[in-house]
């Protein structure tokens, strides 16, 4: 289907967001190289000048790189978080970028803190699954992720408490169990103390303050699923772009 321009959005920023979505989704993977500016003014009627705005706001969020051979995905030292894993999964099958790798480092049943306590609506002290997990790429560690569960998961799908990765990811595998499927997060970025057990991956002393994303999931009955959060590593940005009309 020829793309069309939407009067409502600048035109460089549809022509970035349509990009943007192939990659995040994984149809334009690592290395895939774009159209050409020309092939793109000429796809979507605009002037280059507007095609080459376009990949530079691409350029600009750390999606592309472009050189005289043309422009190519470079994910390079973005991060992946926890909801792009969960677009790229049920987009593309998988969670990971290429040139990307996890080692889980734990999966235990836990006594719930406060904080995960009060997320996943349960008591303070209830048993929970805690699985860590480290990210890297070529560049290092990505970050550091724990994500908590109610203790009743572990029933469901056993494997939560085995340290290996899960065949579907976390999201995939409850789905396939409970068919409770994530349909709604909320994100909360802080910068927090780092704690024992993860100062150490992270190569920072304990206490040290780090950027943290932190996810809340809910599944389609409004149920709390899954409480995660994630301590960057050095250098990683976290980063957002929207149309304000």
């Not at 020309?38 to 050189?67: C, F, H, M, P």
């Not at 987009?91 to 889980?104: C, D, L």
Request: negative net charge; proline residues 6%; contains cysteine.
């Amino acid at each position: 289907m020829t793309p069309k321009v939407q009067r409502a959005v600048p035109p460089f920023m549809q022509i970035a967001d349509h990009f943007r979505v192939k990659i995040k989704e994984g149809e334009l993977p690592q290395e895939a190289k774009l159209p050409s500016i020309a092939d793109i003014a000429r796809d979507w009627g605009v002037a280059t000048a507007t095609a080459a705005k376009g990949i530079k706001q691409l350029q600009e969020e750390g999606y592309v790189r472009s050189s005289s051979q043309g422009t190519f995905v470079d994910l390079g030292r973005k991060l992946t978080s926890g909801p792009d894993r969960l677009q790229m999964l049920r987009a593309t099958g998988s969670g990971f970028r290429p040139g990307e790798a996890v080692e889980i480092i734990s999966a235990e049943l836990v006594p719930a803190p406060a904080h995960v306590a009060e997320g996943l609506k349960i008591g303070e002290g209830d048993q929970v699954v805690q699985r860590r997990r480290v990210y890297r790429d070529d560049d290092g560690v990505v970050a550091v992720s724990t994500s908590w569960l109610a203790g009743a998961m572990a029933e469901a799908a056993p494997e939560l408490l085995e340290v290996g990765p899960l065949p579907k990811m976390t999201f995939g595998l409850i789905e396939d169990r409970t068919g409770r499927r994530a349909v709604r997060r909320r994100d909360m970025v802080a910068m927090c103390p780092v704690p024992d057990g993860i100062a150490e991956v992270l190569g920072v002393e304990v206490g040290e303050q780090a950027l943290t994303m932190t996810n809340q999931y809910w599944d389609q009955h409004g149920e709390p699923t899954e409480y995660a959060q994630d301590f960057l590593g050095a250098g990683r940005e976290l980063s957002a772009e929207y149309a304000l009309d």
